[in-house]
Nanobody, 115 residues
Framework: QVQLVESGGGLVQPGESLRLSCAAS????????MAWYRQAPGEQRELVAV???????NYADFVKGRFTISRDNAKNTVYLQMNSLTPEDTAIYYC?????????WGQGTQVTVSS
């Protein structure tokens, strides 16, 4: 069993930044990939960004140039740096760990962008 704990969410104004963290209860250096998803009220959960074991990254078009995913294997933690936030970024953000044989999810952290 793997536990993922997200943190860093909150209420910010449009144009501001947040950094989300996802701490895993096991080593992440060999996992297939880790990712951030988000789910807005009434919407389906959608992929935001993913980073694989080779540090390759991929982003949803709606965050390219604004968000950056990174990982610190020594801390078993994945980050999502979010800049130039807009109200459309308001959602619960979930961390995802893919072992190949199984996928784990965190409980989510709320991000609200409002003036």
């Amino acid at each position: 069993q793997v536990q993922l704990v997200e943190s860093g969410g909150g209420l910010v104004q449009p144009g501001e930044s947040l950094r989300l963290s996802c701490a895993a209860s096991r080593s992440i250096s060999s996992v297939n990939s880790m990712a951030w998803y988000r789910q807005a009220p009434g919407e389906q959960r959608e992929l935001v960004a993913v980073i694989d074991r080779g540090e390759r990254t991929n982003y949803a078009d709606f965050v390219k140039g604004r968000f950056t995913i990174s990982r610190d294997n020594a801390k078993n933690t994945v980050y999502l740096q979010m800049n130039s936030l807009t109200p459309e970024d308001t959602a619960i953000y979930y961390c995802n760990l893919d072992l190949g044989s199984r996928v784990y999810w965190g409980q989510g952290t709320q991000v609200t962008v409002s003036s």
